[in-house]
């Protein structure tokens, strides 16, 4: 699950990537819509919340585009680690917090 400033209303699901199911060694890729103020988005949070599979992630990337089509540069977060649904194997969640937000446009054709 990915939770937008970490509040479980606003949760969504990470059990496919764009156009595929997940594969081991594969980098996923996932597109996700929240409607949210600009001056309210703080960061997300990644969470396992149930299931028996553990799942590696080395680092996730971000980054922000708004309805104008404006966008944030791509924010880098390295977790290298386990998560895990069982506390003994892994992070359960990883909040990611993000700095600056500065949006720009994307250059003419």
Request: include cysteine; glycine fraction near 6%; charged fraction near 35%.
């Amino acid at each position: 699950m990915l939770l937008l400033n970490g509040n479980e209303d606003e949760a969504r699901s990470l059990n496919k990537g764009l156009g595929r199911d997940r594969r081991a060694a594969a980098k996923d890729t996932y597109e996700l819509e929240f409607d949210c103020p600009e001056s309210k988005l703080k960061g997300v949070r990644v969470a396992i919340i149930a299931g028996e599979d553990a799942w590696r992630c080395d680092y996730f990337a971000a980054k922000i585009v708004k309805k104008d089509d404006s966008f944030t540069q791509v924010f880098l977060f390295k977790v290298d680690d386990w998560f895990s649904a069982n506390k003994k194997e892994g992070f359960q969640f990883y909040d990611a917090k993000f700095e600056r937000l500065v949006f720009k446009y994307p250059a003419p054709p």
